[in-house]
């Protein structure tokens, strides 16, 4: 399959592509791993006129710990994620979530920036991000500016993003002691979407009681789903069996997704309970670990 | 207005070309160096028959851009032999019957030389974690296990 004709650019510094998008207008989109991008203009389910590829600019590419956060450059490819000892070490759920992206040769070329701006509710990172309450950095033309992730998706394939703006960097959190996630996927084969999966973030308190939670669903709505009543049910509760089952069945009523060859919704709802008390649990045991 | 001069470095040769913008590196591959190992199999991101090391990592090659590739390194197949030897990963494959058709071969090859550059000695959870994106729809996987075995234990 071949896609219709766009032009290419390949622009060297930010500033260039930023300039670039902004002149070439809304037919223009940023090519960042192309893993999304390609196969959508190779199915013609999508067309562009333009792809600027960020591809060539120096300084897009890390991860590290800095200033409160762990943050993730905008073009990090998911292979990278995946083997960053900060990420093993110390967030997991960051692991767990490249790990079960696409399949190996795709992590190679795929970015973690590119997984959140694609705006696709079945990518994997939007519900990890929702729990670890991350922020995106968009580098426009009037430089930068912090969106929380809450705010980001703001429909199917839709971001908070400007046509002329670029990821530039995930923003998560450095963990608070006490504090430990995962992320729990259920798919048919290597490589394909979820169909459900659950993110779940915790930070015990004095007492063990789960002072704060934040739980993201993949591949349940139009948009990436956060499990607010679920979130709320735990918050300050000691997270027993029964505390965690109660969550958990919040999250599966806070889920609404969609049929298809997956399952229906009665049964992808089912899973996003039971992968959200996997989820949790998880979390909690890394928690009381660290 | 949509051709662009590109220079990559193929199994070791620059090539130079003037290309279309939308050309994916596997028809490059094939149609202009008539590079025909790459195979092209589902042609969307899942069977991994067009596998290529760009800059030394196995990609899909039908998921990427010819003109992204402009200034890097591309191996393909072809680029295993060196001086008539086979590499010990074309060598595995021989030895322990690591294919039928031979269609998914020269991705499951790459794949494999790449793991064994980055891991000398795989276990076979890493080498059947490393090839989770190659399939196969013949032989099952054990052979093609046993033939990137064989190929880490000679290297």
């Known amino acids: 399959m071949i896609p219709a004709p766009f032009d290419y650019h390949s622009p060297k510094t930010l500033s260039e592509a930023v300039a670039l998008l902004g002149h070439l207008g809304e037919g223009a989109k940023v090519l960042s791993g192309g893993q999304s991008l390609l196969p959508l203009l190779k199915l013609r389910l999508g067309s562009a006129g333009h792809l600027v590829d960020i591809g060539r600019i120096p300084g897009l590419e890390y991860v590290k710990e800095e200033g409160g956060y762990l943050r993730i450059g905008g073009r990090t490819r998911e292979s990278a994620l995946e083997h960053s000892d900060v990420v093993k070490k110390r967030y997991p759920i960051l692991a767990d979530t490249a790990a079960v992206i696409a399949d190996p040769l795709v992590r190679n070329m795929a970015t973690v920036g590119g997984n959140l701006a694609h705006g696709d509710p079945a990518n994997d990172h939007p519900a990890t991000m929702l729990a670890l309450g991350a922020e995106v950095v968009a580098t426009g033309p009037k430089g930068e500016r912090t969106i929380p992730i809450e705010k980001f998706f703001t429909g199917l394939f839709e971001t908070a993003l400007a046509h002329d703006e670029i990821l530039t960097e995930i923003r998560v959190p450095k963990p608070p002691p006490k504090s430990g996630g995962a992320y729990v996927k259920l798919e048919r084969k290597v490589g394909d979407f979820a169909t459900a999966a659950s993110a779940a973030f915790v930070v015990l308190g004095r007492n063990g009681e789960v002072e704060r939670v934040g739980i993201g669903l993949t591949n349940a709505g139009l948009t990436p789903v956060k499990a607010t009543s679920a979130e709320k049910a735990l918050q300050g509760k000691k997270p027993t069996e029964a505390a965690i089952a109660e969550a958990s069945r919040l999250a599966a009523k806070d889920a609404s997704p969609s049929p298809d060859r997956r399952g229906d919704v009665e049964y992808k709802k089912e899973m996003a309970r039971v992968l959200t008390a996997r989820a949790l649990k998880k979390a909690i045991a890394r928690a009381e670990g660290a | ?155």
Do not use: W
């Open chain 2, 1 to 155: 207005m949509a051709n662009h001069k590109i220079r990559v470095t193929v199994n070791g040769s620059a090539r130079e070309a003037e290309v279309e913008s939308r050309l994916l590196l596997v028809h490059f591959l094939r149609e202009m160096l008539r590079l025909t190992g790459t195979h092209i199999g589902c042609d969307t991101t899942h069977c991994g028959a067009c596998t290529v090391l760009l800059d030394g990592r196995p990609v899909k090659s039908c998921t990427v851009l010819a003109v992204q590739a402009d200034g890097r390194e591309v191996m393909t197949v072809e680029g295993l032999e060196k001086d008539g030897k086979l590499d010990p990963i074309q060598e595995g494959f021989f030895q322990e019957h690591g294919l039928q058709c031979g269609y998914c071969t020269p991705g499951m090859m790459l794949t494999g030389y790449a793991l064994l550059k980055e891991n000398a000695r795989p276990t076979e959870g890493e080498i059947r974690q490393a090839i989770s994106g190659n399939l196969c729809r013949c032989t099952g996987y054990v052979n093609i296990v046993k033939a990137v075995q064989h190929a880490a234990e000679r290297a």
